[in-house]
Protein backbone atom coordinates (compact mmCIF):
# COMPACT_ATOMS: atom_id res chain seq x y z
CA UNK A 1 0.00 0.00 0.00
CA UNK A 2 2.79 2.40 1.27
CA UNK A 3 4.11 1.85 -2.58
CA UNK A 4 0.83 2.02 -4.01
CA UNK A 5 0.73 5.65 -2.39
CA UNK A 6 4.17 7.06 -3.14
CA UNK A 7 3.59 6.06 -7.36
CA UNK A 8 -0.07 7.97 -7.10
CA UNK A 9 1.97 11.02 -5.61
CA UNK A 10 4.43 10.79 -7.98
CA UNK A 11 2.14 10.75 -10.41
CA UNK A 12 0.20 13.31 -9.48
CA UNK A 13 3.36 15.80 -9.23
CA UNK A 14 4.14 14.35 -12.78
CA UNK A 15 1.01 14.87 -14.47
CA UNK A 16 1.03 18.46 -12.51
CA UNK A 17 4.29 19.31 -14.20
CA UNK A 18 3.24 18.67 -17.64
CA UNK A 19 0.51 20.69 -17.36
CA UNK A 20 2.29 23.11 -16.42
CA UNK A 21 4.37 23.16 -19.15
CA UNK A 22 2.02 22.39 -21.57
CA UNK A 23 -0.39 25.81 -20.16
CA UNK A 24 3.00 27.70 -20.38
CA UNK A 25 3.84 26.62 -23.71
CA UNK A 26 0.23 27.19 -24.91
CA UNK A 27 0.45 30.90 -23.40
CA UNK A 28 4.20 31.41 -25.01
CA UNK A 29 2.18 30.19 -28.90
CA UNK A 30 -0.80 31.95 -28.15
CA UNK A 31 0.52 35.57 -27.81
CA UNK A 32 -1.19 38.13 -29.31
CA UNK A 33 0.03 41.98 -29.57
CA UNK A 34 -3.17 43.68 -27.39
CA UNK A 35 -2.15 47.26 -28.38
CA UNK A 36 -2.51 46.35 -32.10
CA UNK A 37 -4.71 47.14 -34.58
CA UNK A 38 -6.74 43.97 -36.09
CA UNK A 39 -7.59 45.75 -39.21
CA UNK A 40 -6.12 48.27 -41.79
CA UNK A 41 -6.10 52.03 -40.00
CA UNK A 42 -5.94 53.61 -43.67
CA UNK A 43 -8.70 55.21 -45.44
CA UNK A 44 -9.69 54.00 -48.94
CA UNK A 45 -9.96 57.63 -50.13
CA UNK A 46 -6.39 57.72 -49.12
CA UNK A 47 -5.31 54.17 -50.96
CA UNK A 48 -3.79 56.16 -54.52
CA UNK A 49 -2.86 59.28 -52.37
CA UNK A 50 0.53 60.79 -50.44
CA UNK A 51 -2.24 60.78 -47.24
CA UNK A 52 -2.58 57.97 -45.25
CA UNK A 53 -0.60 56.05 -42.33
CA UNK A 54 2.87 54.55 -43.37
CA UNK A 55 4.37 52.02 -40.61
CA UNK A 56 7.50 50.65 -40.14
CA UNK A 57 10.60 49.20 -38.07
CA UNK A 58 14.04 50.79 -36.58
CA UNK A 59 16.90 49.30 -36.01
CA UNK A 60 19.45 50.53 -33.78
CA UNK A 61 18.69 50.02 -31.25
CA UNK A 62 15.19 48.81 -32.04
CA UNK A 63 11.88 49.81 -32.49
CA UNK A 64 8.80 51.29 -34.88
CA UNK A 65 7.32 54.23 -36.03
CA UNK A 66 3.77 55.02 -37.92
CA UNK A 67 3.46 58.37 -39.49
CA UNK A 68 -0.09 59.85 -40.05
CA UNK A 69 -0.35 61.97 -43.03
CA UNK A 70 -3.41 63.68 -42.22
CA UNK A 71 -5.18 59.79 -43.07
CA UNK A 72 -8.30 61.07 -41.19
CA UNK A 73 -8.34 64.78 -40.64
CA UNK A 74 -5.66 67.20 -40.82
CA UNK A 75 -3.05 66.23 -38.18
CA UNK A 76 -0.06 64.95 -39.24
CA UNK A 77 1.48 63.11 -36.75
CA UNK A 78 4.77 59.92 -35.91
CA UNK A 79 4.21 58.07 -33.21
CA UNK A 80 8.02 56.36 -32.79
CA UNK A 81 8.35 53.26 -30.18
CA UNK A 82 12.12 53.17 -29.26
CA UNK A 83 13.72 50.75 -26.67
CA UNK A 84 9.82 51.05 -25.26
CA UNK A 85 9.64 53.96 -25.28
CA UNK A 86 6.68 56.30 -27.11
CA UNK A 87 7.79 59.57 -28.83
CA UNK A 88 5.07 61.77 -30.54
CA UNK A 89 6.34 63.74 -33.35
CA UNK A 90 4.91 66.72 -36.07
CA UNK A 91 5.31 68.10 -38.31
CA UNK A 92 4.50 72.21 -39.83
CA UNK A 93 4.73 70.96 -43.21
CA UNK A 94 0.89 70.89 -44.51
CA UNK A 95 -0.12 68.33 -46.90
CA UNK A 96 -1.15 69.60 -50.64
CA UNK A 97 -3.46 67.22 -52.59
CA UNK A 98 -1.94 65.77 -55.72
CA UNK A 99 1.37 66.53 -54.64
CA UNK A 100 4.26 64.42 -52.65
CA UNK A 101 4.82 64.83 -49.38
CA UNK A 102 8.08 65.73 -47.77
CA UNK A 103 8.51 66.83 -43.61
CA UNK A 104 10.41 67.31 -40.98
CA UNK A 105 9.07 65.91 -37.49
CA UNK A 106 10.42 66.69 -34.20
CA UNK A 107 9.68 66.10 -30.27
CA UNK A 108 11.60 64.86 -28.00
CA UNK A 109 13.18 61.50 -26.70
CA UNK A 110 14.72 61.18 -23.36
CA UNK A 111 14.74 65.23 -23.01
CA UNK A 112 16.56 65.65 -25.85
CA UNK A 113 15.04 67.00 -28.91
CA UNK A 114 15.15 64.91 -32.01
CA UNK A 115 14.09 65.04 -35.85
CA UNK A 116 12.83 62.51 -38.55
CA UNK A 117 12.97 63.36 -42.24
CA UNK A 118 9.54 61.56 -43.83
CA UNK A 119 9.27 61.69 -47.78
CA UNK A 120 7.10 60.17 -50.00
CA UNK A 121 5.06 60.31 -53.67
CA UNK A 122 1.81 61.92 -54.60
CA UNK A 123 0.37 58.44 -55.30
CA UNK A 124 1.90 57.06 -51.87
CA UNK A 125 4.66 55.46 -53.23
CA UNK A 126 8.45 55.07 -51.92
CA UNK A 127 8.02 56.07 -48.47
CA UNK A 128 10.93 57.04 -47.28
CA UNK A 129 12.99 58.22 -43.54
CA UNK A 130 15.51 60.55 -45.60
CA UNK A 131 17.33 61.58 -42.13
CA UNK A 132 17.03 61.06 -38.57
CA UNK A 133 19.06 62.92 -35.63
CA UNK A 134 18.15 61.04 -32.59
CA UNK A 135 20.78 61.56 -29.30
CA UNK A 136 22.50 58.14 -28.85
CA UNK A 137 21.16 56.00 -32.08
CA UNK A 138 23.30 57.79 -34.44
CA UNK A 139 22.70 55.16 -36.85
CA UNK A 140 19.72 53.96 -36.78
CA UNK A 141 18.11 52.82 -39.99
CA UNK A 142 14.56 53.02 -40.88
CA UNK A 143 11.77 50.60 -43.56
CA UNK A 144 8.64 52.18 -43.92
CA UNK A 145 5.30 50.65 -45.99
CA UNK A 146 2.21 52.45 -46.70
CA UNK A 147 -0.82 51.12 -45.12
CA UNK A 148 -3.86 50.18 -47.35
CA UNK A 149 -7.60 50.23 -46.97
CA UNK A 150 -7.58 46.35 -47.40
CA UNK A 151 -3.56 46.01 -46.41
CA UNK A 152 -3.04 46.12 -42.84
CA UNK A 153 0.96 46.51 -42.03
CA UNK A 154 2.33 44.44 -39.31
CA UNK A 155 5.82 45.29 -37.53
CA UNK A 156 7.73 43.03 -35.81
CA UNK A 157 10.36 42.89 -33.31
CA UNK A 158 12.65 40.61 -31.95
CA UNK A 159 15.96 39.07 -32.00
CA UNK A 160 18.27 36.14 -33.73
CA UNK A 161 21.28 33.97 -32.46
CA UNK A 162 23.52 31.74 -34.37
CA UNK A 163 25.80 28.30 -34.01
CA UNK A 164 28.68 30.80 -35.48
CA UNK A 165 28.65 32.06 -32.71
CA UNK A 166 26.19 35.15 -33.45
CA UNK A 167 23.35 37.12 -31.97
CA UNK A 168 21.25 40.76 -32.59
CA UNK A 169 18.44 42.57 -33.40
CA UNK A 170 15.98 40.82 -35.81
CA UNK A 171 13.02 42.97 -36.98
CA UNK A 172 10.49 42.84 -40.26
CA UNK A 173 7.47 44.30 -41.49
CA UNK A 174 4.52 41.75 -42.57
CA UNK A 175 1.50 41.50 -44.71
CA UNK A 176 -0.91 39.41 -44.54
CA UNK A 177 -3.22 40.19 -47.17
CA UNK A 178 -0.06 40.10 -49.59
CA UNK A 179 1.41 37.23 -48.30
CA UNK A 180 4.85 38.90 -48.18
CA UNK A 181 7.17 40.41 -45.65
CA UNK A 182 10.81 42.08 -45.56
CA UNK A 183 13.10 43.39 -42.68
CA UNK A 184 16.49 44.10 -41.19
CA UNK A 185 18.76 42.59 -38.92
CA UNK A 186 22.02 43.82 -37.41
CA UNK A 187 24.47 41.72 -35.13
CA UNK A 188 25.09 43.19 -31.41
CA UNK A 189 27.23 45.93 -31.02
CA UNK A 190 27.98 46.58 -35.10
CA UNK A 191 26.64 49.13 -37.47
CA UNK A 192 26.33 46.31 -39.87
CA UNK A 193 22.36 46.16 -41.38
CA UNK A 194 21.81 42.68 -42.97
CA UNK A 195 18.28 43.24 -45.69
CA UNK A 196 16.03 40.18 -46.00
CA UNK A 197 12.56 39.34 -47.44
CA UNK A 198 10.12 36.42 -48.49
CA UNK A 199 7.03 34.87 -48.32
CA UNK A 200 4.03 33.77 -45.85
CA UNK A 201 2.36 30.66 -46.95
CA UNK A 202 0.27 28.81 -44.83
CA UNK A 203 1.52 30.52 -41.84
CA UNK A 204 5.38 29.66 -42.88
CA UNK A 205 8.11 32.45 -43.06
CA UNK A 206 9.93 31.63 -46.69
CA UNK A 207 12.65 33.35 -47.40
CA UNK A 208 13.59 34.52 -51.52
CA UNK A 209 14.64 30.56 -52.49
CA UNK A 210 10.96 29.23 -50.65
CA UNK A 211 13.34 28.15 -47.80
CA UNK A 212 11.66 27.80 -44.48
CA UNK A 213 12.66 30.31 -42.31
CA UNK A 214 10.13 30.02 -39.30
CA UNK A 215 6.13 29.87 -38.35
CA UNK A 216 3.86 32.41 -37.77
CA UNK A 217 1.56 31.65 -34.77
CA UNK A 218 -0.75 34.86 -33.96
CA UNK A 219 1.78 37.57 -33.59
CA UNK A 220 4.67 35.60 -32.87
CA UNK A 221 7.39 34.17 -35.34
CA UNK A 222 9.61 32.08 -34.15
CA UNK A 223 12.20 29.15 -35.96
CA UNK A 224 15.55 27.64 -36.82
CA UNK A 225 17.27 27.26 -40.30
CA UNK A 226 20.38 26.95 -41.72
CA UNK A 227 22.17 29.94 -42.98
CA UNK A 228 24.58 30.21 -46.37
CA UNK A 229 27.19 29.24 -44.07
CA UNK A 230 25.26 26.21 -42.73
CA UNK A 231 24.92 27.44 -39.03
CA UNK A 232 22.18 27.37 -37.57
CA UNK A 233 20.04 30.52 -36.90
CA UNK A 234 17.26 30.75 -34.54
CA UNK A 235 14.98 33.54 -34.60
CA UNK A 236 12.32 35.01 -32.38
CA UNK A 237 10.04 37.99 -32.92
CA UNK A 238 6.80 39.41 -31.56
CA UNK A 239 4.26 42.06 -33.34
CA UNK A 240 4.66 45.59 -31.58
CA UNK A 241 2.63 47.68 -34.13
Same mark, same amino acid.
Given at each position: ?????????????????????????????????????? %???????? /??? $?? *???? @???? !? =??????????????????????????????????????????? %???????? /??? $?? *???? @???? !? =????????????????????????????????????????????????????????????????????????????????????????????????????????????????????
Amino acid at each position: MKNLLHYIAITLILSSLLACKKKKESAEESYTCTTCAS %NAEALAAN /NAS $SK *GIYK @GIVI !G =STGTVKFDISNAGSAITATLVLDGLTTILTSTVTWTANQAYLG %NFSGTYLG /NPI $SI *GFSV @GSTG !G =SPTVTNSNIPGHANAVFSVYKEGSDNLIECFEGNYSTTRPESGTFNLILSKSLKGFTGTSRPTGTTENNKFSGSLNNGQILDEQGRFMGTLNGDKISGQFKDNSGSTVTISAKRTL
